[in-house]
């Protein structure tokens, strides 16, 4: 199985995806050891238009804890009798990710990609987050909700899976919007968003990561280790490797 951010923009790329899918999910917890209790997507066009939806709770195996159902509202009792995610994941009839190449859209996408990604032929990810920490600069938040908002969007419940892609979709439908309207645009996008990031948080927050000295750099990486991941890891790695 193979994964790949989007890194390598061409003309027409979206058309090349056998599926596009707008993907959340919810969790026991926050690391890469929290089981999903909940799971839903969008199968869309490259022209952003629903195929089909899919949105189903799953059985973690285990207890929920009370910090992750005061999050998404998700209880135990919610979740009793519902599919594993193995076998939810590995049925045919419900998962479109065994074969193809998939295009996999996302808020903060690595965190539910991880959750799937065994499952995936062929994945490649492309995240909202990124893209509106670029589109958005002055924005002192880039939270689904805060984009929402600022985006006058619409209200939708959001920490439930269903809600999230729905409001992720009209997110990524806007941004194309604004980009010329198409899906390509986004894709286009998106290592440039990388290349332009700024630092998320901490003292040196709003600084361009290319600008970091060698030292600020060094402080960081000691200061946060592992912990950095996602789009900041990616940024630091593209201008200052080590």
């Not at 009793?80 to 996408?109: K, R, Y």
């Not at 986004?186 to 901490?202: C, D, H, K, Q, W």
Request: a negative charge; aromatic letters at 6%.
């Amino acid at each position: 199985m193979t994964t790949d951010t989007v890194d390598d923009p061409g003309p027409g790329q979206a058309a090349r995806f056998d599926h596009i899918v707008v993907l959340d999910t919810e969790t026991t917890g926050r690391g890469p050891s929290a089981d999903v209790v909940e799971i839903a997507w969008v199968v869309i066009d490259e022209h952003l238009e629903v195929l089909e939806e899919v949105s189903t709770l799953i059985d973690p195996g285990r207890p929920i804890p009370a910090e992750a159902t005061e999050v998404h509202g998700i209880t135990d009792e919610m979740v009793a009798g519902a599919p594993m995610f193995e076998a939810f994941m590995t049925d045919p009839a419900s998962s479109p990710f065994g074969s193809g190449s998939t295009l996999v859209i996302g808020h903060n996408v690595e965190f539910d990609y991880q959750h799937i990604e065994a499952y995936i032929a062929d994945g490649t990810t492309l995240c909202t987050l990124r893209l509106a920490r670029y589109l958005f600069p002055v924005l002192g938040s880039h939270t689904l909700q805060t984009l929402v908002h600022h985006c006058r969007l619409g209200d939708v419940q959001t920490h439930r899976a269903a809600a999230d892609v729905e409001l992720t979709l009209r997110l990524a439908r806007r941004m194309a919007a604004d980009q010329g309207g198409s899906l390509d645009a986004l894709l286009a996008l998106s290592p440039v968003a990388l290349a332009e990031m700024r630092v998320p948080f901490g003292d040196y927050r709003r600084e361009p990561v290319r600008d970091l000295t060698a030292e600020q750099v060094a402080e960081i990486r000691d200061r946060y280790g592992e912990r950095l991941g996602g789009d900041f890891a990616a940024a630091l790695d593209l201008h200052h490797p080590q």
